[in-house]
């Protein structure tokens, strides 16, 4: 090639030209693109029993601490199920959704870190978790024993001016006073799952306070659901291998398996209570569970899982999320004489969630296979087909993924 010095000068200038372009506001901003925000954008309004209508809303303009999130996929919960079959929160019309997941699309000049004091940009992936709209000042580090049954979630609020309220959506208007976490780290399918994992993460948390699991503890979970599921898988991520899976569906008490119980026992195998206690204890080589899960909404089962516990044993009471009727049990054998220590769990707490990022990592790295919990994933075009399929009990983890 034949430089000359005229043709050197001339690529000097314009380098030095092009650095000075890079270094200008302007073309900083232009050389990371930010995806559009469009002026208008979809909701899944609930706006009567088992109906949803997406409906087209503008997108309300950005206050210094808002952040607008461009929705990649949500959950379908149990809760959602119940408002739209019945309406039992008296919601209607109501945006709902909040086992969301997506990315900044903008945000801001205020907000500069999430909930945990990581840094927060524009492409970051999150999750939301509480609001405190009266208390903003509120972090992840105060809130030990405050769990979010005393807060507002996106998702189960109201319908207001923004509209943009739940995950079932297209877009989320994060207000200030919201707590966010930056989760870039974690892919779609563990975003998705932190919600429902979160609340086992608190009920193993609430089941340590007994002193009574341990790690060679054998444990009970009763219920094999996305709740059971998680709970053996959280379980697991902590050293606890002898697990016992109690389930009436042999597809589920498989998985339960494949999720890290070491034996399962199929309820409708014996006939009696006597005959299944015998069928849990042989399942654990001839002894009594040290603790137990329960995770049915049935009170038959809270009933009989006192029957599978050691003396001095412990219980974690976690399946009666709406109110399933009363439970007959005999407090003299199955809690005096046998001197067990009970505690109840309601959905988690900030610092909960934050733990949860680290379980989800340690249970793929322990190739606990949470991927497969999701069974059935439809567009926000079907959403009410999500909900329907849900309502059917089919599969276990129903989630609204959108392109
Ligand atoms: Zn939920």
Request: aromatic fraction near 8%; glycine fraction near 10%; hydrophobic fraction near 40%.
């Amino acid at each position: 090639m034949d430089v000359n010095s005229a043709n050197i000068e001339e690529i000097v200038k314009q380098v030095l030209s092009s650095m000075q372009g890079v270094s200008a506001p302007a073309t900083a901003t232009a050389a990371k693109p930010v995806g559009a925000v469009p002026k208008t954008a979809r909701v899944a309004m609930l706006t009567a029993l088992e109906k949803f209508e997406l409906k087209e809303y503008p997108i309300p303009a950005l206050g210094d601490d808002d952040i607008l999130v461009k929705v990649e996929g949500c959950g379908v919960c149990g809760t959602d199920a119940h408002e739209f079959k019945r309406d039992p929160f008296s919601l209607i019309p109501v945006a709902l959704g909040h086992e969301g997941t997506g990315e900044i699309v903008a945000m801001g000049k205020n907000v500069k870190k999430d909930s945990a004091g990581k840094d927060l940009h524009i492409g970051d992936k999150v999750v939301t978790c509480m609001i405190f709209k009266d208390n903003p000042d509120i972090t992840m580090y105060d809130l030990n024993k405050q769990n979010v049954g005393g807060a507002d979630v996106y998702g189960l609020i109201p319908d207001d001016d923004i509209h943009h309220n739940g995950w079932f959506a297209d877009y989320i208007f994060v207000r200030k006073g919201s707590t966010i976490f930056n989760v870039s780290d974690l892919d779609l399918d563990s975003r998705i799952l932190i919600e429902p994992c979160a609340v086992l993460i608190h009920a193993v948390e609430r089941a340590k306070t007994t002193g009574i699991l341990r790690f060679n503890s054998r444990v009970v979970v009763q219920g094999c659901g996305p709740i059971g599921l998680i709970c053996i898988a959280v379980l697991r991520t902590m050293g606890i291998e002898n697990i016992v899976a109690v389930d009436g569906d042999a597809n589920r008490l498989a998985f339960a398996k494949e999720m890290g119980a070491e034996n399962s026992v199929n309820f409708k195998d014996f006939k009696g209570i006597e005959a299944l206690t015998e069928g849990v204890k042989n399942a654990f080589g001839g002894y009594l569970a040290d603790f137990a899960f329960q995770c049915t909404g049935s009170p038959v089962g809270h009933a009989n899982i006192y029957k599978f516990i050691r003396s001095g044993g412990g219980l974690c009471e976690l399946g009666f999320f709406i109110n399933g009727g009363d439970a007959s049990i005999n407090p003299h054998f199955d809690i005096c004489a046998k001197e067990i220590t009970t505690v109840g769990s309601w959905v988690y707490t900030l610092r909960d969630y934050a733990t949860t990022f680290d379980f989800l990592k340690r249970a793929k790295a322990i190739g606990l296979p949470m991927e497969k919990l999701i069974t059935h994933r439809f567009p926000l075009e079907q959403i009410n087909e999500a909900l329907q399929t849900n309502l059917s009990m089919q599969g276990l983890k129903i989630a609204v993924i959108n392109k």
